[in-house]
């Protein structure tokens, strides 16, 4: 009996709970929708137009993706929705159903069953793109309003037109993407108003060396990244985020990585993110450090050259961010990974005001002054023996003549711009801009020194410390020369001396004591009022020595009122010496002459014959020669032969005569020779010529080289052709007509 009522009790207790319950299953809450703005006045349509509009709604609980819940027409509306928490998204499309505004509630809304509430949106003027037009178009629109508030909905990876390309944004501009997208080549320049990345979207650079990153922040700009990433730009400093004086970066979600800056020795900071005068904020997200093989590493790398050949190694400038200010100098960096709050901000000047989080250096130490001079002055009171001055972009220094001597005992200075930078040290009184004395060694790259016209002394003065040239260096636009080693060291691996006058001897470079090697560079445009217009060379003694190799270039620099040509003068006893390291290769030019009394050698031992080519006498019906001499190759200046030997080698042909000797200035060979249509004539001249020139019936065919093979695709066939070989012996020239029949083709 027991069980029967037991039974009974839990059929009544289901039916109580049925009547109790089940009218409220059929009770819907509903949310109403309104606008604390007109979606109509925000996309500037009128009444009839807006009436088309559909807004759809999206809700989100907790972390789940936005659903779709339902939409309506005109200003407000209403949708049914179970009991929950919900964040709200509401999306405005045109009649072509084009998105054109989108809203989001600033709170969560919460809805109880049966409930009826509303909740007002602000809807923000929104444009949907999936191509790089779309892009620079939305973006130039938004520039136009700047007070306009734009969000931008990428739907697609986009890729720019051109490697680099640049957008600048002036307004309040949103991006978003609903799935993950990519941003390929393209850098963001932020320069007024607020720039925002959300979650999914990527910033891909090109890999290539640029001077833009992915996101450049300039005055009165703010750029807040909520997420996505950033990665593989490769620049010189900041490659992933740069914030000029004045910006503002905040970063509070999403990852900075893989992204690169090098440069030349100094030049290059801030592998992930670099602050120069500007603010940043790190409140969320991570920065990556620089480890060893890891894929995700940001990274400072350094160019510098070891034996004339490039050298990059990775170098502790801050890998992840590396910032300064403007006022003091004062610099903080993180070469590690950034996952927690760092904070650096400056005021309007670009002056440090916080630095809060933990830095790899919280004790900056002693600051490396931005001015010159103080630079210098600064060297020569530290206790460390490399020091670099990296001089900023388009900048022009006057200085009054400096000698770095002893205090800069056992230290070396680099000088160090950019590539096409546009970086000179101005001399501003007399005197040299320079004097290098004992154990000193100066280094230029991308540099000018630059003289007067009214100095009275050379522009650098190598008492007996080394100077170094560089590419890029330049000294230039002295009177009294360009350089003068007086017991030291000069090395010229690139660089320019050009549009120096010596008052004497030696307008670019004079050699009195010490060794001049030049592996590099050019030397011309220069003047002496004596001899040696390129470089003089003075007093030979075993402590003198002046080397080539390389594609060292001396051409063009000129001597006495008449100008005569004089690029290379080697006094009694001078020789020069050819580099074992660097030898003579294609592209090196170097004009010579010798002291009257001179027994006409230039280069003593270690030529060979195909070095000829190399040299030129300056000496008028002169030319350059290889001889052996004791076993050992030797150049000399000499009077031409006075033959040049032509031999004419054929491949399908008849030729008259074999071998001409040509004695005269010009000679002629009348008879024609035949040539089958597909067939070939090589002409090799043998002599010691300086130049060669060959012209196919007038037309200039080839400059330079001892042969020349006639391709009768070349000709004309069934008619004379004339193949004319100029041949300069010294000075003298001589000319060759070989005429020639080509065969018709069958």
């Known amino acids: 009996m027991k069980k029967k009522r037991l039974t009974l009790l839990a059929i009544i207790s289901v039916l109580f709970l049925n009547a109790c319950f089940s009218p409220l299953s059929n009770i819907e809450s509903k949310l109403t929708i309104r606008f604390d703005n007109s979606t ?50 509401v999306k405005a499309y045109d009649s072509g159903n084009k998105l054109r505004a989108r809203g989001v509630s600033e709170e969560t809304v919460t ?139 905040n970063m509070k979600s999403g990852e900075i990585f893989g992204n690169e800056a090098i440069g030349f020795q100094g030049s290059s900071f801030g ?97 490396q002054p931005t001015d010159l001079v103080e630079f210098l002055k600064w060297v020569g009171e530290q206790t460390g023996t490399e020091f670099i001055y990296p001089m900023p972009e388009n900048t022009t220094v006057e200085i009054d003549a400096y000698n770095l001597t ?40 991308n540099i000018t020194l630059e003289g007067h016209k009214d100095n009275d002394e050379v522009l650098v003065f190598i008492e007996e410390g080394t100077l170094i040239m560089n590419n890029g260096a330049k000294i230039a636009d002295n009177n009294d020369g360009g350089v003068y080693v007086g017991g030291g060291t ?14 004497k001897n030696g307008g670019g470079v004079v050699i009195f004591e010490g060794t001049f090697t030049m592996t590099g560079g050019t030397i011309t445009g220069n003047h002496a009022i004596e001899t040696g217009g390129g470089v003089g060379v003075f007093y030979g003694n075993s402590g003198t020595t002046f080397t080539v190799g390389g594609t060292a270039k001396i051409f063009g620099n000129t001597s006495g009122s008449n100008n005569t040509d004089d ?36 280069v003593a031992s270690g030529a060979l014959p195909e070095h000829t080519k190399y040299f030129k006498a300056d000496m008028e019906g002169k030319l350059v020669a290889f001889r052996e001499h004791e076993s050992n190759g030797q150049l000399i200046i000499k009077d031409p032969d006075p033959n040049i030997q032509i031999t004419l080698e054929i491949d399908g042909g008849i030729i008259p005569g074999g071998v001409v000797l040509v004695n005269d200035q010009s000679t002629t060979i009348d008879e024609d020779i035949e040539l089958k249509a597909t067939g070939s004539l090589t002409i090799t001249v043998q002599a010691g010529f300086t130049n060669v020139m060959w012209m196919l019936n007038t037309q200039l065919v080839q400059t330079g080289g001892n042969s020349y093979t006639i391709n009768t695709e070349n000709c004309v066939h069934g008619v004379r052709n004339q193949l004319m070989v100029m041949v300069w012996v010294g000075t003298v020239p001589f000319s060759v007509e070989i005429y020639f029949i080509v065969e018709e083709e069958q």
């Open 111 to 249: 809805i109880t069953l049966g409930q009826n509430k509303s909740v007002t949106i602000e809807m923000i003027s929104t444009v949907e793109i999936s191509n790089w037009a779309g892009l620079s178009d939305a973006i130039e629109a938004a520039n136009e309003d700047i007070d306009r508030e734009l969000y931008v909905y990428i739907t697609g990876d986009i890729t720019a037109v051109e490697d680099d390309e640049t957008i600048t944004s002036l307004g309040t501009v949103t991006l978003f993407a609903e799935t993950n997208i990519t941003i390929n080549n393209v850098t963001f320049v932020i320069s007024g108003g607020k720039f925002v990345m959300n979650d999914g979207i990527t910033l891909k650079g090109s890999k290539k060396n640029s001077e833009a990153g992915g996101v450049i922040v300039k005055e009165s700009g703010t750029f807040e990244m909520n997420g996505g990433a950033i990665t593989e730009y490769h620049t010189r400093s900041g490659s992933g985020v740069r914030v000029e004086v004045g910006g503002t970066f």
């Open 406 to 445: 002893e205090k800069f005992m056992n230290k070396t200075i680099t000088l160090q711009g950019t590539p096409g930078g546009n970086q000179t040290i101005k001399l501003l009184d007399n005197g040299s801009l320079f004097t290098i004395g004992s154990s000193v060694t100066l280094i230029l790259e």
């Open 490 to 503: 000069f090395i010229m691996h690139g660089g320019e001396i050009s549009g120096n006058t010596a008052l």
């Open 40 to 89: 109509r006045s925000l996309v500037n349509m009128d009444n009839e137009e807006y009436a088309n509009f559909t807004h759809r709604v999206y809700l989100k609980s907790g972390s789940d993706e936005y659903i779709y819940a339902g939409e309506f027409r005109g200003a407000s509306g209403s949708i049914s929705i179970s009991a929950g928490s919900y964040s709200v998204l």
């Open 567 to 602: 690029n290379v003068f080697l006094n009694m006893n001078t020789l020069i010496t050819l580099d074992t390291e660097y030898p003579p290769e294609e592209g090196m030019n170097i004009h010579v002459s010798t002291w009257s009394d001179h027994d006409n050698i230039i």
């Open 271 to 367: 592998g992930g993110v670099y602050i120069d005068g500007g603010t940043f904020r790190r409140i969320g997200g991570t920065i990556y450090g620089y480890t060893e093989g890891e894929t995700k590493s940001n990274v400072v790398k350094e160019i510098s050259y070891n034996n004339n050949e490039e050298v990059t190694i990775a170098i502790s400038r801050g890998h992840a961010v590396y910032a300064k200010d403007f006022s003091s100098n004062e610099t903080r960096f993180k070469d590690t990974t950034v996952n927690t709050n760092l904070t650096f901000e400056c005021d309007s000047d670009g002056g440090l005001k916080n630095a809060e989080g933990t830095w790899d250096n919280d004790d900056p130490g002693p600051q």
